[in-house]
Every structure is written in C-alpha cells, then in structure tokens.
C-alpha cells in the first residue's frame, strides 16, 4: 500500500526559502517515479519536479534554478528545496508517485501519469 504524507509548507517572504518533505512508503518497486505538484485557488494542478529510481530529474521551466528536487539516502523521504521563491509560487503542493513496468527517459511531470498523492501542504509567499 502506497502511502504519502507532506510536511514542511509554510509562509515565507519573496526571495526566502522553504523545504518540503514527503515521507513514503509502499513506491519503490518496479520503474518507480516521484514528482511535486502544486495548485493554486481556481488554477489546475501543475508539475513542478520529478524524481526518479535511477535520480533522473525533471523541472518545469519556471522553478529551474530556484527549486530542488531529492530523496534522502534510503530513499524513503522525497524533499523539495525551494530557494528565491517568488508570490507566485504561493499554492498547495503535494507529492506524488507513479509505478510502471517501463523506464522512461526522464520521470514525468503530467498529473496524468500519477496514481497516488499525499494530502498536500500550503506554501504561501508574500510579496
């Protein structure tokens, strides 16, 4: 069973920094990706990173060079590093996992190839 929970959201001010965690369990199995979303009140849910087995990573063009995504050693937490955040980037973020039985060239960032979430946690930066 997988099973997925954010911590780390917060309020920070324009151009400071937050890290999200996601503790996991249940993913690593098969080709296994991990990614972060985000979905700010009346917007669609969007990618922001992904992750995967291999430490393959994607970004979406506008957190290239500010965000970070990682797993610690075990593999078992996934963390976003956020630096130099902007208003913009003020939404609710959650992880998710996708698990297939074929690599891709790089994890996905489409809310479409995933099929498990956390419960998601509230980032909010002031301008």
């Known amino acids: 069973q997988v099973q997925l929970v954010e911590s780390g959201g917060g309020s920070v001010q324009a151009g400071g920094s937050l890290r999200l965690s996601c503790a996991t369990s249940g993913v690593r199995y098969g080709y296994y990706y991990m990614g972060w979303f985000r979905q700010a009140p009346g917007k669609e849910r969007e990618g922001v990173a992904s992750?995967?087995?291999?430490?393959?990573?994607s970004y979406v063009d506008s957190v290239k060079g500010r965000f970070t995504i990682s797993n610690d050693n075990d593999g078992n937490t996934l963390f976003l590093q956020m630096n130099s955040l902007k208003p913009e980037d003020t939404a609710m973020y959650y992880c998710a996992a996708g698990i297939t039985n074929v690599r891709r060239p790089r994890p996905p960032t489409s809310r479409i190839e995933y099929s498990y979430w956390g419960q998601g946690t509230q980032v909010t930066v002031s301008s």
């Open positions: 992750i995967d087995k291999f430490g393959v990573t």
